[in-house]
């Protein structure tokens, strides 16, 4: 018998989230299974689906946008339940924050497993009022869940936490096997949207410092703009520090896997993550790295200090300033935690992972 996996988010625009729910999908419809993604309105840059997973809409309905928000929601919830009673799937998996609580909902009373799955950091992100209300009612009905940290899974209930998995992001297969540079550039790299809580302020001013003992190095920061202020303040710390010449914003690239290779290092600075994938890439084309353990425990998650890369505290410039130049100096050190760094393609390979969910979802679906 062929399984029938439903997943369900908010839509596919291209993100962290959809992105590992578009890899999944292809992946188990390749691996014979009948895949079907539910969403709730379709983004205007959107990761493309395998031709054999099915896209299915199950959000609000010519003129409903005109109806109160509570109506909405009752009608958003009361369409997916209406998908999930027509294509009965064998099992239903919500990504992120309010396509969990939907989907549990929507699965009430329905002898459908529920298999959600936090993709961000619970703190901060988990405690609304409404969040408050809805976890104590919803997540004890969930039959298992995945997390991306310890750090994330501890934020909840001891019987989410036991009836959970960790599993990593599996990381894009451009990253991996990427041969290692005859030679590293004197650059300085980071990539990632350019948004207050990666911390891009602190990456400038410790590498303005840097920079004054070590001219010949530059700094190059890789991601678009999202439009939230920060590319303005780090243009303002660039111009007060006369630093044009050797700090460059280079906006998105959709070949850092070229553009990132021979880098002297990688330095990663957010104030919190889920998992960061951008780390994980640096990790897999072999790049030192210097990087904050921020919460929700994605960097301690997938690095181990002094073995694969450097971790620092979280908004610590002086400690990053040490670390950049610690693998500057150092570059036997660098190379080493470099190589080392590579070896996360065994974890978070896409086969790896898909292994990983399909032995979970395998077990909810037989239990």
């Not at 181990?304 to 100096?329: C, F, M, N, S, Y």
């Amino acid at each position: 018998m062929t399984r029938k996996i439903a997943f369900h988010l908010n839509c596919l625009e291209q993100g962290g989230a959809e992105r590992v729910v578009t890899n999944l999908a292809s992946q188990f419809a390749a691996g014979g299974y009948e895949v079907l993604i539910a969403t709730e309105w379709y983004g205007e840059n959107e990761f493309q689906t395998d031709e054999r997973v099915r896209r299915v809409h199950v959000g609000l309905r010519e003129g409903d946008e005109k109806k109160h928000r509570l109506i909405q929601f009752y009608l958003r919830v009361k369409y997916l339940r209406e998908f999930l009673k027509k294509e009965k799937p064998d099992i239903l998996i919500p990504f992120a924050r309010k396509a969990l609580y939907r989907g549990l909902m929507a699965a009430y009373f329905i002898k459908i497993p529920v298999l959600i799955s936090i993709r961000t950091d619970p703190a901060g992100h988990y405690e609304e009022r409404a969040d408050k209300i809805q976890i104590p009612l919803l997540f004890p009905r969930a039959d298992g869940c995945v997390f991306q940290t310890e750090g994330a899974k501890a934020f909840f209930a001891p019987r989410l936490q036991e009836n959970s998995r960790i599993i990593l992001n599996p990381i894009n297969p451009k990253y991996i096997g990427v041969p290692e540079p005859a030679e590293r550039t004197k650059t300085v790299v980071q990539s990632g949207r350019l948004v207050d809580f990666k911390n891009q302020p602190m990456l400038i001013r410790a590498f303005v410092e840097v920079h004054k003992k070590y001219p010949a190095y530059d700094l190059k920061i890789y991601g678009g703009d999202s439009f939230d202020g920060t590319k303005e303040i780090l243009e303002r710390i660039i111009e007060e520090n006369q630093a044009q010449s050797y700090v460059h914003l280079m906006g998105a690239s959709d070949s850092l896997e070229k553009e990132l290779a021979d880098a002297a290092l990688f330095a990663f600075t957010s104030d919190w993550e889920g998992l960061p994938n951008a780390l994980m890439e640096a990790m897999a084309l072999g790049l030192p790295i210097v990087a904050t353990a921020c919460p929700c425990g994605g960097p301690r998650t997938i690095m181990t200090h002094e073995k694969d890369g450097l971790l620092i505290p979280v908004k610590d410039q002086k400690a990053l300033e040490e670390g950049i130049l610690r693998l500057i100096e150092d570059r036997e050190l660098a190379e080493r935690l470099g190589r080392e760094a590579r070896k996360i393609a065994d974890r978070a390979g896409g086969q790896a992972v898909y292994e990983q969910w399909k032995a979970y979802i395998e077990e909810l679906c037989d239990g």
